[in-house]
């Protein structure tokens, strides 16, 4: 995970560029590898699965507490027994370091579980 758990996020209102390709990848190996680029690129997403609904709203509740800390918010896609968690930061229409820090940052809950 490198160093991105430890940092904290930067509010980002726009007039930033996004990420280019090198930090993007250079940041992609700090974090888990089952993080994906998808869609355009432009979002990073993970899929994780737990063994009963209750641990798997403990894990979007924990998830929810980081993004309100950091001032950055995923998008969830809440299942039964899984969650879809993707970042991205719109205001800039691509990568920030912004998610790749909350990404770690989630990295680290689950290790942690």
Not at 40 to 66: H, K, L, Q, Y
Not at 84 to 105: E, H, P, Q
Request: charged fraction near 25%; charge should be negative; hydrophobic fraction near 40%.
């Amino acid at each position: 995970m490198g160093d991105l758990a430890g940092r904290k996020c930067k509010p980002c209102e726009g007039g930033v560029k996004p990420l280019d390709a090198d930090k993007v990848r250079e940041h992609l190996a700090q974090i888990d590898p089952a993080w994906l680029r998808v869609g355009d690129g432009n979002t990073i997403m993970r899929e994780f699965e737990f063994p009963s609904f209750s641990r798997n709203i403990a894990f979007v509740n924990a998830v929810a507490w980081i993004a309100t800390v950091e001032g950055h918010h995923p998008e969830m896609l809440v299942g039964y027994r899984t969650c879809r968690v993707s970042w991205r930061t719109t205001a800039i229409d691509g990568l920030s370091d912004n998610d790749f820090i909350c990404a770690a940052k989630v990295d680290r809950l689950v290790a942690d579980l």
